[in-house]
């Protein structure tokens, strides 16, 4: 058996052997190039949970400063259905949110229904616009609301897909999205920023659904744990301008 | 009073240090520079996000090395300077896991009307399940015995707490590497399509387990052989005279599963506790520094006829009484009190012959 019999060592005491003194040396070098190496696979490695939900063409655009009018949608999130102008066609659908964690400010009671301007920064990813607002909506006395389109039923639909929050989801995060966001996104849900469906398979050419309990009302705190993570669920489907919301059973979500 | 004594700062402690903190300086470097170029795949991720995995990885691959440090030593004595100032690297360890504590509750947990510790315990509570397991809670309580373990480290808690009890605690260390494993797993392994941070994380694991079923297997060699009873009560048959080389130790075990080690210093053998009154450690693979055994843990010394440590030192060890059968050496295992002396076995010439060394040609 090999002594190594000039390498005690004592903590305390400044005459290390050569021989030891080597090999320390050579071991500090091995654990710092060693960590560097390490560091760098890791880094060069990591992949963005997005890509899987919304495709390999769907990085988030730049966000934008923008003002836009439309008929204002309180239920079950706040949504505006554009009135159209040249920059967007009438009835798109955006989602409208706080900033930070928080739900967009907006007197339900006395918005909903009317034509409003907002101002914001527009968050777009693919289909999925979210404005988070930077002032109150202001009502254009101006402008009557035509009567509220009546939302168009389009069945029953059994989808796949990840719940996230509408604006993490939309790109201000990143990544915004899969299970190590998951505690993010909820506190997002909490704070009350609209969910949103991204289906892993188009519904009619939707990448993303607005999504609400089977009565059409905001999602509550019982579908927490599934958020982040692939779910199966069924419900009724409408569209509402451009926007498809489905009123899922919460009672049947099914994680895969 | 309590008189404890701390392992001073000197000249190896800075070196060990100083390259520790830049490895991990370097290693954060490093891991936002190239993670800001992984934006092959979809978008590359935010500053913030980098912050939180750099740091987290970082703690991570830190309390592996720290792990695999003992059994190292055990296997291979060059190893043992490592040992020597681990627990800075375990306060080093702490330090860089709060990096990553920090940089999650400012991101994920910050924006919210809940206060981010808060939220941190509300936010995602799915314990319930096994897919969506809510892995931030694994974190939390790894970071809680890192933090634990960080500010009892000291010498003082050492000497309050005797090494036995502190040595106890800081075994949680183990079930620390356990819980970041399954933060790991259940957490940014599920979102992971990159198979590098799932092989990182079989690495550590198979490595440390490897490494102390070796270090396990050459310890049961070395921790000694159980001392038979002697024909007289209550000596037990420790070794032949033969076994115990010239300034070195040998090590026994007691019928009660205490170690001892029997020291031959210039013809005569003298018997003490094993274990270390620092940190528990094996002062028979020490050696004799000045006629002192010397820790190889971290260098603690004490006298061979009554186990104190040299003045102004205070340590004490048990000391045990000898006897010579012919060729045999027998020991009563029964301990005298920490610092008794006790006079050393004198070899009679007949059992001289010095057991030569291997050198060099
Ligand atoms: C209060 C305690 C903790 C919290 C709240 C926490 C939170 C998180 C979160 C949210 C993630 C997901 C981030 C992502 O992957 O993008 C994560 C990942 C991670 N955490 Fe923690 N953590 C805690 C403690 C720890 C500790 C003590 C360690 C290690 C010693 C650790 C090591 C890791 C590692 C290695 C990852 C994966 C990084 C990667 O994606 O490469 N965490 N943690
Ligand atoms: S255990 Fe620390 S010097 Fe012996």
């Known amino acids: ?256 | 009073m309590s008189s404890y004594k701390a392992v001073t700062w000197n000249r190896n402690k800075l070196i060990y240090d100083a390259v520790a903190i830049a490895a991990v300086v370097l290693y954060i470097q490093v891991y936002r520079h190239f993670g800001a170029m992984a934006g092959r795949d979809g978008i590359a991720p935010d500053d913030a996000t980098l912050s939180m995995k750099a740091f987290g990885s970082c703690a991570f691959v830190l309390l592996s090395g720290i792990l695999s440090i003992g059994p190292l030593a055990r296997l291979d004595r060059r190893f043992l300077p490592l040992l020597y100032n681990r627990r800075h690297l375990g306060v080093l360890t702490c330090t860089v896991a709060a990096g990553h504590v920090a940089s999650v509750l400012s991101w994920y947990f910050a924006y919210s009307d809940l206060p981010p510790l808060r939220a941190l315990l509300v936010a995602d509570t799915s314990v319930a399940q096994l897919a969506g397991f809510a892995f931030v809670i694994l974190g939390v309580g790894a970071f809680v015995i890192l933090l634990v373990l960080a500010a009892t480290s000291h010498d003082f808690w050492l000497a309050f707490l005797g090494p036995r009890v502190w040595k106890a605690i800081h075994m949680a260390v183990y079930g620390a590497y356990a819980l970041v494993f399954g933060h790991i797993a259940f957490g940014a392994l599920q979102d992971a399509r990159s198979p590098a941070l799932a092989i990182m994380c079989a690495l550590s694991a198979a490595t440390l387990v490897v490494l102390h079923l070796l270090a396990g297997r050459k310890g049961a060699v070395e921790d000694g052989q159980f001392a038979p009873t002697a024909a007289t009560t209550p000596w037990v048959v420790a070794c032949d005279i033969g076994e115990i080389r010239e300034g070195r130790g040998f090590v026994v075990k007691l019928p009660d599963g205490e170690p001892v080690a029997i020291f031959r210093h210039e013809g005569r053998l003298s018997a003490v506790s094993n274990l270390c009154a620092h940190q528990n450690g094996p002062l028979g693979e020490g050696r004799l520094v000045d006629g002192c055994i010397t820790c190889p843990w971290h260098g603690f010394q004490y006298r061979l006829e009554d186990g104190c440590s040299p003045p102004p030192f205070t340590e004490r060890i048990s000391t045990y009484r000898l006897m010579l059968d012919g060729g045999r050496v027998l020991l009563d295992p029964r301990p005298n009190p920490p610092g008794t002396r006790v006079s050393a076995v004198v070899i009679p010439q007949a059992h001289q012959t010095p057991v030569n060394e291997t050198s060099a040609p």
């Open chain 1, 1 to 256: 058996m090999s002594e190594h019999n000039d390498t005690f060592f004592i903590g305390w005491s400044n005459d290390i052997s050569a021989g030891l003194r080597r090999f320390l040396m050579r071991a500090a070098a091995f654990v710092v190039v060693g960590l560097c190496v390490v560091s760098a696979l890791l880094a060069l490695s990591i992949t963005d949970p997005a890509r899987s939900l919304f495709g390999a063409n769907a990085a988030p655009d730049i966000p934008l400063d923008v003002t836009l009018r439309g008929v204002l949608s309180s239920e079950p999130y706040p949504f505006l259905l554009t009135v159209g102008d040249a920059a967007r066609p009438a009835g798109h659908g955006v989602l409208l949110s706080g900033d930070g964690k928080h739900a967009a400010v907006i007197d339900r009671a006395a918005l909903g229904g009317q034509v409003v301007e907002v101002k914001g920064l527009l968050l777009k990813r693919g289909a999925l616009d979210m404005l988070v607002l930077s002032e109150s909506p202001r009502v254009l006395q101006n402008i009557q609301p035509a009567a509220p389109a009546a939302p168009v039923p389009m069945g029953r639909w059994r989808v796949v897909g990840e719940i996230c929050d509408g604006k993490c989801g939309a790109g201000i995060m990143s990544p915004g999205t899969g299970i190590a966001h998951k505690a993010c996104a909820s506190l997002c849900l909490i704070g009350g920023v609209p969910p949103v469906l991204v289906l892993t398979h188009p519904l009619e050419g939707r990448q993303f659904l607005m999504i609400a309990d089977s009565q059409g009302r905001a999602l509550d705190r019982g579908v927490l744990r599934f958020v982040g993570m692939r779910v199966a669920m069924e419900g009724e489907v409408e569209r509402r301008g451009d926007v498809v919301l489905i009123k899922v059973d919460t009672g049947k979500l099914r994680r895969l």
